[in-house]
Nanobody, 126 residues
Framework: QVQLVESGGGLVQAGDSLRLSCVSS????????MAWFRRAPGKERLFVAG????????YYATSVKDRFAISRDITKNTLYLQMRGLKPEDTAVYYC???????????????????WGQGSQVTVSA
């Protein structure tokens, strides 16, 4: 059973930076994809950024492409999301997710991911 534990959320002001972390455990395979999604109040969960764990290929949502950076530390089984220039519209619960199927590139669909973290609240004040 794969487990994902997130940390790093909080309350920040517009323009600030924040880094989310997601530690995975219980995995016996390696060629998967991981991603960050977010759900803003009253809205659906949307893709933010993803990465092929072995390939390192990265995809970003257009809304965050120039401000957020996804990375991973293979030795620590940890996924990161570095967020810069935060805006009030970035306020959401952020979820990390992983596939169990092999991917060289990260898919962007909710249904492509098999395990999810518990979510981490990020609130950006104006």
């Amino acid at each position: 059973q794969v487990q994902l534990v997130e940390s790093g959320g909080g309350l920040v002001q517009a323009g600030d930076s924040l880094r989310l972390s997601c530690v995975s455990s219980g995995r016996t395979f390696s060629n998967y994809a991981m991603a960050w999604f977010r759900r803003a109040p009253g809205k659906e969960r949307l893709f933010v950024a993803g990465i092929g764990w072995i390939s390192g290929v990265r995809y970003y949502a257009t809304s965050v492409k120039d401000r957020f950076a996804i990375s991973r530390d293979i030795t620590k089984n940890t996924l990161y999301l570095q967020m810069r220039g935060l805006k009030p519209e970035d306020t959401a619960v952020y979820y990390c997710a992983t596939t169990i199927s092999a991917y060289d590139y990260p898919p962007a669909g909710l249904s492509d991911y098999d395990y999810w973290g518990q979510g981490s609240q990020v609130t950006v004040s104006a």
